[in-house]
């Protein structure tokens, strides 16, 4: 148990309105990450923070935002949920000591209609 | 860009029995970290093993173990005396740090199946 949740872990939406992931961890680390499962891609990194304010752009970031305002919360949010964003969505940590091994929660599933 | 390629969409298995699983990737860099996860039905994905690539001793972990050939640029995965609990999605996958961020490569995934 790597100490990371998600909220919600299921959620249904329509297109056109606004959506917003938690990811919580309890150990303070300071590298987290948002993906995504689609069947036949396997795992698409969305965004990654490396601490506080900090962020940058994985290789499907577009239609996404993402805000970490403390430690233990990254948040992701669709401005404007489409069909497309339909997914699983994974959040992971980087433990520090743990030479680059990322810990996944338990995942978010989306569904937009 | 990086890739990792897995070429066995699926895999059975018989309880008891021996598994291998394939894995190649694609990289300029010589530094970098390559890790099997496993992902149950419940979704959950699950550290199998984690090879360091500038090890050259593979990476074992009780029945799992991995052949990585660093010239080659292959990783495969061993599953000894297979338990019907080993029953999943198995993904490989690659850290990189290209361009100044970095990212984790996953493959498409292997379903690998137990007959009991």
């Known amino acids: 148990d790597a100490g990371i949740t998600q909220s919600p872990r299921h959620k249904v939406t329509e297109t056109g309105t606004p959506v917003t992931l938690r990811c919580h961890q309890t150990e303070n680390h300071r590298y987290m990450y948002w993906y995504r499962q689609d069947p036949g891609h396997g795992l698409r990194l969305i965004h990654y923070s490396y601490g506080v304010k900090d962020t940058d752009k994985g290789e499907v970031s577009d239609g996404y935002s993402v805000s970490r305002s403390k430690t233990e919360d990254f948040l992701l949010t669709l401005e404007s949920a489409t069909s497309s964003q339909t997914s699983v969505y994974f959040c992971a940590i980087r433990r520090d000591a743990s030479q680059e091994t990322q810990y996944f929660g338990p995942g978010t599933r989306l569904l937009v209609l | 860009a990086q890739t990792v390629t897995q070429s066995q969409p699926e895999m059975s298995v018989q309880e008891a029995e021996t598994v291998t699983l394939s894995c190649t990737y694609d990289t300029s860099e010589s530094d970098y970290y390559l890790f099997w996860y496993k992902q149950p039905p419940s979704r959950q994905m699950i550290l199998v093993i984690r090879?360091?690539?500038?090890?050259?001793q593979n990476a074992t972990e009780n029945r799992f173990s991995v052949n990585f050939q660093k010239a080659a640029k292959s990783f495969s995965l061993k599953i000894s005396d297979s338990q019907l609990g080993d029953a999943a999605m198995y993904f490989c996958a690659y850290i990189s740090r290209q361009g100044g961020s970095e990212k984790l490569v996953f493959g498409k995934g292997t379903k690998l199946t137990e007959n009991p």
């Open positions: 090879q360091e690539a500038y090890k050259q």
